[in-house]
């Protein structure tokens, strides 16, 4: 990595160049164009398909590609659903599932020097931003795709390409450091992170998971305090989610799950910074998380974890027990109960 802790009068500098130098910068070009009200991103790998009516029936005009930013004209509920999602967006040529994509925005924010010693969560607020990476033999190559909504740790303020002040962040699963224009990246307030109900006894709290209804309702005492739609694991070996009693037993705001390559290919299994990850089958790594990639929830979409929105997601993440707080890279305990059926 180049040089970190920037002083105050190079901070300031850089600032004042940041925003100026910001088309510059060795990101997609998208980000310097306005962008209309409401934005979907791509998350399917496989791409999409745009139909010239809201149904699967309906005959496919043309294909979008996985990441692809793609402006909705409205939105339409369809008769032909699907049942679990009949929401379908109005596009440029025809009609766009919503379960294939993904809403984001595009929020540039102020770069914050305070970064705590251990480390400072982060979100990020663009359709994607690119991590990079730095040695000295060949200065910075691209690395890693970020997506919105996807958590980060961040270490420094480094100076970036182009003199501009960069974060840098540590990748949670390799350890590997990286670079991430500063202005994609929101710091998370420890307010947002403050527990919920914590007036309620941990053994007053609960969760079940209906496989067959694909839904998580989350109990104090008998009554429900969150009706949540999921998606499930794809119901054949591997991929089926385990059923039985369990306990969320690891808390980590931001995952690595993949194969834990450093890699420039978008194409690869590497999901950086899954947010909100609530463990409780730890043989396999199971957990409930938000999902950045998809929001076709109502059906089962994933290689066995609760796959939430990412509210939701954060939601259960503050509601459950052990209590994490924004400091904790990892926290563990015996925490609250989940029976899955």
């Given at each position: 990595?180049?040089?970190?802790?920037?002083?105050?009068?190079?901070?300031?500098?850089?600032?004042?160049?940041?925003?100026?130098?910001?088309?510059?910068?060795?990101?997609?070009?998208?980000?310097?164009?306005?962008?209309?009200?409401?934005?979907?991103?791509?998350?399917?790998?496989?791409?999409?398909?745009?139909?010239?009516?809201?149904?699967?029936?309906?005959?496919?005009?043309?294909?979008?590609?996985?990441?692809?930013?793609?402006?909705?004209?409205?939105?339409?509920?369809?008769?032909?659903?699907?049942?679990?999602?009949?929401?379908?967006?109005?596009?440029?040529?025809?009609?766009?599932?919503?379960?294939?994509?993904?809403?984001?925005?595009?929020?540039?924010?102020?770069?914050?020097?305070?970064?705590?010693?251990?480390?400072?969560?982060?979100?990020?607020?663009?359709?994607?931003?690119?991590?990079?990476?730095?040695?000295?033999?060949?200065?910075?190559?691209?690395?890693?795709?970020?997506?919105?909504?996807?958590?980060?740790?961040?270490?420094?303020?480094?100076?970036?390409?182009?003199?501009?002040?960069?974060?840098?962040?540590?990748?949670?699963?390799?350890?590997?450091?990286?670079?991430?224009?500063?202005?994609?990246?929101?710091?998370?307030?420890?307010?947002?992170?403050?527990?919920?109900?914590?007036?309620?006894?941990?053994?007053?709290?609960?969760?079940?998971?209906?496989?067959a209804y694909q839904t998580l309702k989350a109990y104090e005492g008998d009554t429900v305090v969150r009706d949540i739609k999921i998606s499930?694991?794809?119901?054949?070996?591997?991929?089926?989610?385990?059923?039985?009693?369990?306990?969320?037993?690891?808390?980590?705001?931001?995952?690595?799950?993949?194969?834990?390559?450093?890699?420039?290919?978008?194409?690869?299994?590497?999901?950086?910074?899954?947010?909100?990850?609530?463990?409780?089958?730890?043989?396999?790594?199971?957990?409930?998380?938000?999902?950045?990639?998809?929001?076709?929830?109502?059906?089962?979409?994933?290689?066995?974890?609760?796959?939430?929105?990412?509210?939701?997601?954060?939601?259960?993440?503050?509601?459950?027990?052990?209590?994490?707080?924004?400091?904790?890279?990892?926290?563990?305990?015996?925490?609250?109960?989940?029976?899955?059926?």
């Amino acid at each position: 990595m180049p040089r970190s802790s920037i002083s105050r009068r190079d901070f300031l500098k850089l600032s004042a160049l940041s925003f100026g130098l910001f088309s510059l910068s060795p990101t997609p070009n998208l980000f310097s164009k306005k962008i209309q009200t409401k934005i979907v991103l791509v998350g399917r790998k496989e791409g999409v398909s745009v139909h010239k009516l809201p149904s699967d029936e309906s005959i496919i005009m043309y294909q979008r590609n996985f990441n692809d930013i793609i402006n909705v004209y409205y939105d339409v509920i369809s008769d032909d659903g699907p049942a679990w999602n009949p929401l379908w967006y109005r596009v440029w040529g025809g009609y766009l599932h919503s379960g294939n994509v993904t809403e984001v925005k595009h929020l540039l924010n102020p770069v914050q020097t305070d970064v705590k010693e251990n480390g400072q969560i982060a979100e990020v607020t663009v359709p994607y931003t690119r991590s990079w990476f730095f040695n000295k033999s060949q200065g910075w190559s691209p690395k890693y795709r970020l997506s919105y909504g996807s958590i980060h740790w961040v270490m420094d303020v480094i100076e970036g390409p182009e003199n501009k002040p960069w974060y840098k962040i540590k990748d949670e699963l390799s350890s590997v450091e990286l670079g991430v224009p500063a202005e994609h990246l929101r710091f998370i307030e420890d307010i947002e992170l403050s527990p919920i109900s914590t007036d309620v006894p941990e053994g007053k709290k609960r969760i079940e998971v209906s496989l067959a209804y694909q839904t998580l309702k989350a109990y104090e005492g008998d009554t429900v305090v969150r009706d949540i739609k999921i998606s499930s694991g794809i119901p054949v070996k591997p991929t089926q989610t385990p059923v039985g009693s369990f306990r969320i037993r690891t808390k980590m705001p931001s995952k690595h799950m993949g194969d834990g390559n450093l890699t420039d290919d978008i194409f690869a299994y590497e999901l950086m910074g899954v947010p909100w990850n609530c463990f409780f089958q730890m043989e396999d790594g199971i957990a409930t998380h938000g999902t950045y990639w998809h929001t076709n929830f109502g059906m089962p979409m994933s290689k066995g974890c609760i796959n939430l929105s990412i509210d939701e997601a954060k939601w259960i993440y503050r509601w459950t027990y052990p209590i994490a707080t924004s400091d904790d890279w990892a926290k563990h305990g015996f925490g609250t109960a989940i029976t899955i059926t």
